[in-house]
């Protein structure tokens, strides 16, 4: 139960910028859907981190993710819900070639709030503060922006039951300011 925060705060520590300007980065923007009608829309800043390493041909970097996020949702009982999600999450990004490729991989686990709990006829989330798994695959396209294709899972880790989890297939794009 306590691997996940860990984790977490490992990651947190290792991305998080070392200077002293807590200006973001870059900025973006990523929409997904859920299986059975539920969907969202995030906008969000991130700060990269100082810290880079070299590891199996790759270039190890991390950032910080702060987003917002819009879900709706087929409501259990009938018509259509919707929640404002908060979340932090630190990412761990490998880009290939030691770093000069435009394609890379990363992926992060962080934390996300929201000012309503998921209530779908599949699936009742029992706590509104929940973990955010994620995995991408992207591709710098030029001018400091870039486009992925993301999978997030969230769920509680089950610290609360019901914990079934949702799944989105996301796309993301974003920019350096």
Known sequence: M??????????????WPAQADWR???????????????WQVTGGLKWNGSWKRSWL?????????LQLSHWEWDRFGGGRGSSNVLGLVPLLRLRFDEGRSPWFVEGG??????????NTPDKQ?????????????????????????????????????????????????????
Do not use: C
């Not at 691997?3 to 947190?12: E, I, K, Y």
């Not at 041909?57 to 993710?65: F, L």
């Not at 934390?111 to 998921?118: E, F, N, S, V």
């Open 2 to 15: 306590w691997s996940r925060p860990l984790v977490l705060a490992a990651m947190l520590f290792a991305a």
């Open 57 to 65: 041909g790759t270039e190890a970097t991390g950032a910080v993710d």
């Open 125 to 177: 989330f029992a706590t509104a503060f929940q973990f955010h798994d994620t995995v991408a695959v992207g591709r710098s396209i030029g001018n400091g922006s870039e486009l992925s294709v993301r999978i997030v899972h969230t769920s509680n880790a089950g610290i609360k039951h019901p914990n079934p989890g949702e799944n989105f297939l996301q796309v993301r794009w974003g920019s350096k300011f």
């Open 109 to 118: 686990i962080g934390l996300t709030l929201a000012d309503r709990k998921y």
């Open 24 to 38: 973001p980065d870059a900025w973006f923007i990523e929409g997904g859907a859920a299986p059975k009608g539920t």
